[in-house]
């Protein structure tokens, strides 16, 4: 018997969970990159090798994006973080779905805070949805098993 196929995943299907936050619905996310910077070092009288360590994990951004409503859930939560509120950190979950709707992959953020809020253009000659976008740094980011 032939082994199963399973196909990747398509993007398009997913849910966001804020803690704190009303259901909402994003248009677009840009899941964090995490990395790790090794660190040389040469060892003794080894001049011509450098030997590497792994240094401190860094993640990168999320970026949610959604059409703009009368919701001001988003612009709340950066005001908060801009007044320097504790409680602007929520955790957020991510699920992806696959074409039954069925739990696929789940990513755990915790520690999101707003580094960045901001709008679309306006454009007189315009008829595309206004985009309300926010950026968040992420003290973790990993897939739920």
Same mark, same amino acid.
């Given at each position: 018997m032939p082994?199963?196929?399973k196909d990747p995943y398509c993007n398009s299907q997913y849910l966001v969970e804020i803690d704190g936050l009303p259901d909402t619905g994003f248009s677009r996310v840009?899941?964090?990159?995490?990395?790790?910077?090794?660190?040389?070092?040469?060892?003794?009288?080894?001049?011509?090798s450098r030997r590497k360590l792994l240094g401190t994990p860094a993640i990168g951004k999320l970026v949610l994006e959604r059409g703009l409503t009368n919701s001001k859930a988003l612009s709340d939560?950066?005001?908060?973080?801009?007044?320097?509120?504790?409680?602007?950190r929520r955790n957020i979950a991510?699920? &992806? &779905?696959d074409e039954k709707n069925t739990n696929v992959c789940r990513w755990k953020i915790t520690g999101a805070i707003p580094?960045?809020?901001g709008?679309?253009?306006l454009t007189?000659?315009?008829?595309?949805? &206004?985009?309300?976008?926010?950026? &968040?740094?992420?003290?973790s980011f990993q897939r739920d098993e």
């Amino acid at each position: 018997m032939p082994p199963i196929r399973k196909d990747p995943y398509c993007n398009s299907q997913y849910l966001v969970e804020i803690d704190g936050l009303p259901d909402t619905g994003f248009s677009r996310v840009i899941l964090p990159e995490c990395r790790i910077d090794p660190i040389e070092y040469r060892e003794g009288i080894e001049t011509r090798s450098r030997r590497k360590l792994l240094g401190t994990p860094a993640i990168g951004k999320l970026v949610l994006e959604r059409g703009l409503t009368n919701s001001k859930a988003l612009s709340d939560w950066y005001k908060a973080a801009l007044e320097g509120n504790p409680l602007a950190r929520r955790n957020i979950a991510i699920t &992806l &779905l696959d074409e039954k709707n069925t739990n696929v992959c789940r990513w755990k953020i915790t520690g999101a805070i707003p580094m960045k809020y901001g709008i679309s253009p306006l454009t007189a000659k315009g008829d595309e949805v &206004l985009i309300e976008t926010i950026e &968040l740094a992420c003290e973790s980011f990993q897939r739920d098993e």
